[in-house]
């Protein structure tokens, strides 16, 4: 093999260099398409699929929700999910944790507190833009204290963070990076 390098001139520091950046580029690719073809197979029904955290940002606040109860609700929720047209309501980025995977979802809307939407792969081909999840039956207190929070006036709740954690009651910080006095 080293003869090979030689004669080709290639540099066996060049080469782990090249690989390196080959598998920087690559792993990060690969990851987004097993999380978001896992978002999709979650949405499709499949129940070995779970969100095992999520966290919602924007309009000046952030949730980080690490609450069991509340996952295994939304994951239930997302099996559930149904094409059609109903994204009014405020937009938020979303990142769900599924299966030790991170998905992005750029635009989630939440339809007054009775669930979300996200956009459907290929909207504008089947002619649906978003999957509608849900939120039936009884919906866990936590779950409806972050829908409030989200609908809280803007200068309320300004630059907060709110935490809800699996083994105790939301509690709130403050983040001056998603801060704006104005």
């Not at 690719?29 to 499949?46: F, K, P, S, T, W």
């Amino acid at each position: 093999m080293r003869r090979f390098f030689i004669k080709y001139g290639f540099d066996a520091t060049i080469v782990c260099i090249l690989l390196s950046i080959v598998a920087v580029v690559a792993l990060p690719i690969y990851q987004n398409h097993r999380a978001e073809e896992a978002l999709g197979r979650l949405m499709n029904g499949d129940r070995d699929i779970e969100i095992t955290q999520f966290v919602i940002e924007g309009q000046q606040r952030r949730i980080i929700c690490d609450d069991a109860e509340i996952c295994i609700y939304v994951s239930n929720a997302f099996t559930e999910s149904i094409l059609d047209d109903s994204s009014s309501g405020n937009s938020y980025h979303s990142t769900f944790r599924m299966n030790g995977l991170d998905v992005w979802v750029e635009c989630t809307y939440f339809l007054g507190g009775i669930g979300l939407s996200i956009p459907a792969d290929d909207p504008w081909e089947i002619g649906i833009p978003t999957r509608s999840i849900y939120f039936r039956g009884d919906v866990p207190t936590k779950l409806t204290q972050m829908w409030e929070f989200l609908a809280a006036p803007l200068k309320e709740v300004s630059g907060k963070v709110m935490h809800v954690p699996d083994d105790g009651e939301p509690y709130f910080t403050f983040d001056q990076s998603i801060w704006d006095p104005n």
